[in-house]
């Protein structure tokens, strides 16, 4: 695709639900980054990933937070029994290169309510 | 951690004017880089300018450009001309030259374009 894709685009799930979200990156993108951005807030940084390796997941709140990037392309982020506080959108980001000037691409995000 | 402060919660400006929003970082680095992200109601957020900290010359794109005050930390974003698709939210972000893998966002500039 021309950019990146999340999917799904809202997930509602019960409090204590595990939930899966999906980044689709640009293709042959080698950064990827997950953030967490709550409402009325700027995105927080969760983990970042150069091909399948996962170089930080500093930013991830708990060890409930889990993502994964096993070909190096597509990402996942698992949630394990959610809480209400994991209400946010989750937004995924690609770049081509790591080089740290390049420009992050922004998929639309994933707005995950946990009621 | 690096911090990064927008003072001003919301902005308004009229159709063809300019307007100037404040961005404010602290850090102990001197080798870094700065973006402003504009992330309209769609929520993808999109690049707007990128300036590399060691370079001195303030970075200008088309109606867009910045007032990178290094000893000051301050990098400011102004818009000329605003048309009313500027309208959008705009997040600072700070990226360390160091270890880069993360991104420090504000909290935001609501920009309001009124025709």
């Known amino acids: 695709g021309a950019g990146v894709s999340q999917s799904p685009r809202y997930k509602v799930a019960k409090r204590g639900q595990d939930v899966a979200l999906r980044c689709d990156p640009i293709?042959?993108?080698?950064?990827l980054f997950w953030y967490q951005q709550a409402l009325g807030q700027g995105p927080e940084f969760l983990t970042y990933?150069?091909?399948?390796?996962?170089?930080?997941k500093s930013g991830l709140p708990s060890d409930r937070f889990f993502a994964e990037r096993p070909e190096g392309s597509v990402s996942t982020l698992k949630i394990q029994r959610t809480q209400q506080e994991d209400s946010a959108v989750y937004l995924c980001?690609?770049?081509?290169?790591?080089?740290?000037?390049?420009?992050?691409?922004f998929g639309p995000g994933t707005r995950l309510t946990v009621l | 951690a690096q911090t990064v402060t927008q003072s001003q919660p919301e902005m308004s400006v009229q159709e063809a004017e300019t307007v100037t929003l404040s961005c404010t970082y602290d850090t102990s680095e001197s080798d870094y880089y700065l973006f402003w992200y504009k992330q309209p109601p769609s929520r993808q957020m999109i690049l707007v300018i990128r300036?590399?900290?060691?370079?001195?010359q303030n970075a200008t794109e088309n109606r867009f450009s910045v007032n990178f005050q290094k000893a000051a930390k301050s990098f400011s974003l102004k818009i000329s001309d605003s048309q009313l698709g500027d309208a959008a939210m705009y997040f600072c972000?700070?990226?360390?030259?160091?270890?880069?893998?993360?991104?420090?966002f504000g909290t935001g500039t609501s920009l309001t374009v009124i025709p």
């Open positions: 972000a700070y990226r360390s030259a160091n270890t880069g893998n993360q991104f420090y």
């Open positions: 980001a690609s770049s081509r290169y790591p080089r740290l000037v390049d420009e992050q691409f």
């Open positions: 293709s042959g993108h080698v950064s």
């Open positions: 990933f150069q091909n399948e390796a996962q170089l930080d």
């Open positions: 300036q590399e900290a060691y370079k001195q």
